[in-house]
């Protein structure tokens, strides 16, 4: 006797549904298995990771902070990967993003530069995620290299890079030698959207960006065409879609997104570029993404949640000393349980009588 | 004289975790299964490997420790990516991502302790050659075994009738199944063998390359494996030259900064991941003729019944 897969007539919407809170559900259990091994209240640690964090307005902030930069490169991972373009080095494409902006904000420190700053960085921190994007895209179309390999290599390289540029030609002169920029001037930072919170308008730029993504991807030809080629690359060959053109433009929409994010994190809850700027929101976004279901309400909801583990994590780790690893645990393991309940959509189980008539027959 | 020896003995040992990481990942990607987790089964592998070698005291087991949890490890792999046919790129990233957390979680109860490295090969006279003595009879036990180990894989899959059957199943799953061979079951071991290789090459960086553990110590060497493994276009001779001259330039970039070349050091440190871009695409492209990859590389196999 034998348990099998076997492939479904149709995908069964119902699973569909259900499959991320099933993968939500298992994580849980999970994780209530792992806090009893570090000998902790599994009951008061799941407590502080997932509902203290709601309890209070300041909390609640922190939450939409650290999802607006999860859901804006989620949003752009998730069309990559659609068409079936595996970008990974959403990481690398926000730190330069971060530091393209954070150029503008450093040459017109302590300048009277206008209310122009602000967006010619948000702009330029978009470029330059796209460009950083393109790389990997070109080197797939034009040599066929790996993208998945190249795209997380320039991580490391926009790290290091970010790291020369606050040690040495941008650190703050009066910073006690921390490598740090200076702090930037106000027209260089993202307005709070409450005055003495948290929350900035950056939320509002990734609910914007949300809301493009489910026009685009409902409403457009374009959208479309993205969908089919991931899903079904012969018939969009048929169809005569670009399958070229549209990797080039879902990578340049990641990297810009990614950047985007990266600058709005530096000029808006950090206040001034420095290492370590992500604690890797562009690898979560990854998870964010595929929670999600590479769907842009799904990935908005996801993007809150694993905001939460963060927010959570950081209490646990204060009020009950879990360590912080625990958060990556969390999330490592939430991911492979939404691709395993993922596969239930387009599999079902089937208990097989090892070969019975087969043996009979040779015999 | 003294400095060519020191260098060539830094490339070696700077070379070794590479090389075994990916000759592990070249028989899981020779049957046909990309398991992009390399770099997550290393970091566990070194937490894992370094714990068993403080609480025994023994740096073989300590590498015992580090392959049983990488092993381990691919275990997860295999159990989606063909027991529940999951794209075996997204679920190598999400075995990256958890090998980075459980590593964090074994290894902060061993954050600043230390350990007796592995010890060198010292045979009278013979080690006591210049500059060919300490290279070729002077060093640890995992350099030696990494030279036997691709070996082995070299005769494996060119000499052995099994090593045939396993080539098969990657390049074309429905022959292999239709001729009767247990293609899940061959993968998983192929997988199995490469998580134990990479939790061996991660187990090495803090049992002899560094007698300590420092959460994220792979710093991408796990990726690296497996661009090694494109270098190679899948060939085992090619990947000790490819992992060598990584090592190579690895070990030129720290001596350089060492030498104070007016370049600064993030530059330089940046120099292994752009040449692995570079070479990934000049290979690439003189390859334009046609690919090497295994033709069923990263494909869901679902057998009919």
């Known amino acids: 006797m034998q348990l099998v897969l076997e492939r479904r007539a149709e995908r069964s919407g119902t699973i569909a549904l259900v499959s991320p809170l099933i993968a939500i559900g298992l994580t849980i259990l999970t994780m209530v298995i792992l806090f009893a091994m570090l000998g902790k209240n599994p009951l008061l640690a799941l407590h502080a990771y997932f509902i203290m964090p709601l309890t209070d307005g300041y909390s609640l902030q922190e939450i939409a902070v650290k999802a607006t930069p999860l859901v804006m490169i989620a949003i752009g991972l998730s069309l990559c990967y659609l068409a079936n373009a595996w970008n990974i080095g959403a990481e690398g494409q926000f730190v330069i993003g971060a530091v393209a902006g954070s150029w503008i904000a450093v040459k017109t420190q302590g300048t009277d530069a206008g209310a122009w700053v602000l967006p010619a960085m948000l702009i330029l921190a978009a470029a330059a995620g796209a460009l950083y994007a393109l790389i990997p895209a070109i080197c797939k179309l034009k040599f066929g290299a790996s993208e998945i390999l190249t795209s997380l290599m320039l991580v490391y390289v926009a790290d290091l890079f970010l790291d020369y540029l606050v040690r040495g030609p941008w650190r703050d002169p009066q910073g006690f030698n921390f490598p740090t920029t200076a702090e930037f001037d106000p027209v260089a930072t993202v307005p709070l959207l409450i005055e003495g919170g948290r929350l900035h308008f950056g939320s509002v730029i990734a609910l914007l960006v949300v809301v493009a993504a489910a026009i685009l991807l409902r409403h457009t030809i374009k959208g479309f065409e993205i969908r089919v080629v991931g899903a079904a690359p012969r018939a969009a060959r048929f169809g005569g879609f670009n399958a070229n053109q549209l990797i080039i433009l879902t990578f340049a929409v990641s990297g810009a997104l990614a950047g985007l994010a990266g600058i709005i994190e530096v000029a808006g809850p950090i206040g001034h570029l420095q290492p370590g700027i992500s604690p890797g929101y562009g690898f979560t976004a990854i998870i964010v993404a595929f929670l999600g279901r590479l769907n842009p309400l799904g990935i908005l909801i996801a993007g809150l949640f694993l905001a939460l583990s963060f927010i959570g994590g950081e209490q646990a780790q204060i009020a009950m000393k879990i360590p912080l690893d625990v958060t990556k645990v969390f999330q490592g393991i939430l991911l492979l349980y939404v691709l395993a309940c993922d596969s239930l959509v387009l599999y079902r189980f089937k208990l097989v009588f090892a070969n019975r008539q087969v043996t009979r027959g040779a015999g | 004289m003294e400095l060519v020896e020191a260098i060539i003995l830094a490339v070696l040992a700077a070379s070794t975790p590479l090389l075994i990481a990916a000759t592990g ?25 370094f714990a068993g070698a403080w609480l025994t005291g023994s740096i073989f087991i300590g590498a015992l420790f580090g392959m049983v949890a990488g092993a381990l490890m691919s275990l997860i792999f295999a159990l989606m990516a063909l027991g529940l046919a999951v794209n075996q790129v997204a679920t190598g990233l999400a075995l990256t991502i958890l090998g980075v957390g459980i590593s964090g979680l074994i290894g902060a109860g061993f954050l600043g302790e230390r350990i007796t490295p592995a010890v060198h090969l010292y ?8 500059l060919i003595g300490r290279v070729l009879f002077g060093e640890d036990g995992f350099v030696y075994f990494s030279v036997a180990l691709i070996v082995g894989v070299w005769w494996f899959l060119y000499r052995t009738r099994a090593g045939l059957i396993l080539r098969a199943c990657g390049d074309n799953h429905v022959s292999a199944h239709a001729l009767g061979y247990p293609v899940l079951r061959i993968r998983t071991f192929a997988v199995m063998f490469g998580g134990a290789c990479a939790g061996l090459a991660g187990a090495y960086l803090p049992l002899a390359y560094t007698p300590f553990f420092i959460p994220g110590m792979t710093a991408g060497r796990g990726w690296i494996a497996l661009a090694l493994v494109v270098f190679s276009s899948w060939r085992p001779g090619r990947l000790v030259v490819g992992a060598y001259l990584f ?19 993030q530059f330089m440190s940046a120099l292994p991941y752009l040449a692995t871009v570079l070479v990934l695409v000049l290979l690439s492209r003189a390859r334009s003729g046609g690919s090497t990859a295994p033709a069923a590389l990263g494909t869901v196999f679902v057998p009919d019944r």
Request: with cysteine; aromatic share 2%; glycine share 18%.
């Open chain 2, 247 to 265: 090592g190579a330039v690895t070990i030129l970039q720290l001596h350089a900064q060492g030498w104070g070349v007016g370049i600064p050091s």
């Open chain 2, 25 to 49: 990942e070249l028989v899981t990607e020779r049957s046909g299964v990309l398991n992009l987790g390399v770099e997550g089964m290393m970091i566990v592998g070194a937490a894992c490997g």
């Open chain 2, 123 to 130: 045979i009278p006279v013979l080690t006591d050659i210049p």
